[in-house]
């Protein structure tokens, strides 16, 4: 089956720091999705994409699907952006979609 | 907003014990999930449903059964919880077909002594 791999496995920044994740993933997929799992468990939906790049305030992704990566960067952050991060990937024909093993971000103020 | 609520955010059971967890959308989507996860394993998948009174097994099926009686809402029934399924649990939502990505509830974090 499909392999995603992020890193860097822990990261630990500065307030104001900014930084890159990076996802990568071994076969070509319909979907690709960021999250950011807060220090309460609960999995937030940062981005939706297959491919291409988004923003939204401070974060943005970019998904290059033919080369079969994503980067999420973090810009000027904040110490609640503190927690793991994940990518999950979908492809055709499968009923689930699966996760990376997650990037920890610590934020120091 | 996509609403998907968790019944309980905490919950202490003891071994033996049948133990229900609740998930409930307010968005219509047909695709409801269950996962654990545990320090080290990752998000793993224990059922899905696509549809009404339909089930699929997922890849931790075992000690687990689920219900999905109407389409809001997706049981995970524990029927005799043991100490080795202390875990996070989330449950996740999604429209058909899978592509459009999954909406996570905030998780319940179970603990069975």
Redesign the interface.
Known sequence: GIQVEQSPPDLILQEGANSTLRCNFSDSVNNLQWFHQNPWGQLINLFYIPSGTKQNGRLSATTVATERYSLLYISSSQTTDSGVYFCAVHTSGTYKYIFGTGTRLKVLA | DVKVTQSS?YLVKRTGEKVFLECVQDMDHENM?WYR?DPGL??R?IY?SYDVKMK?K?DIPEGYSVSREKKERFSLILESASTNQTS?Y?C?ISRRP??????????T?LTVV
């Open positions: 955010r999930f996860q990752g998000l998948l899905f699929e997922g996070m989330l996740a899978l592509g459009y990505g999954y909406t996570f509830g905030s998780g974090r």
